[in-house]
Nanobody, 129 residues
Framework: QVQLAESGGGSVQAGGSLRLSCRVS????????MGWFREGPGKEREGVAA??????????LYADSVKGRFTISQDKAKNTVYLQMNSLKPEDTAKYFC????????????????????WGQGTQVTVSS
């Protein structure tokens, strides 16, 4: 079982930045693939970024809509995954969720369309024009 707790959401003007944090606890084998997802008003849940870490291997993936603006990272010592969001746009307004799944040595199983096992409660991000 993996527990996730997001923080760092808020309101910001277009062009601004926010950093979301996801505190992770629980079974280590269930979190070598971490993801950030979002649900905007009237929209389906969208995968934003995913991160595979195993030993020294590090692979990050991004949705086209955020590539070059968002960065996913992890501080293992703090058991925290981050989503740095720069150049925010009004269309980035959404509730953002952190998610985890265990994929072991098969990093190809870590991708934005994968089924994630554990989810946080979400944090709201609002970008005004």
């Amino acid at each position: 079982q993996v527990q996730l707790a997001e923080s760092g959401g808020g309101s910001v003007q277009a062009g601004g930045s926010l950093r979301l944090s996801c505190r992770v606890s629980g079974r280590a084998s269930g979190r070598d693939c971490m993801g950030w997802f979002r649900e905007g008003p009237g929209k389906e849940r969208e995968g934003v970024a995913a991160l595979y870490t195993r030993d020294e291997r590090f692979v990050d993936l991004y949705a086209d809509s955020v590539k070059g603006r968002f960065t996913i990272s992890q501080d293992k010592a703090k058991n925290t995954v981050y989503l740095q969001m720069n150049s925010l746009k009004p269309e980035d307004t959404a509730k953002y969720f952190c998610a985890a799944k265990g994929v072991g040595l098969v990093e190809d199983y870590c991708y934005l369309g994968a089924v994630f096992d554990s989810w946080g409660q979400g944090t709201q991000v609002t970008v005004s024009s």
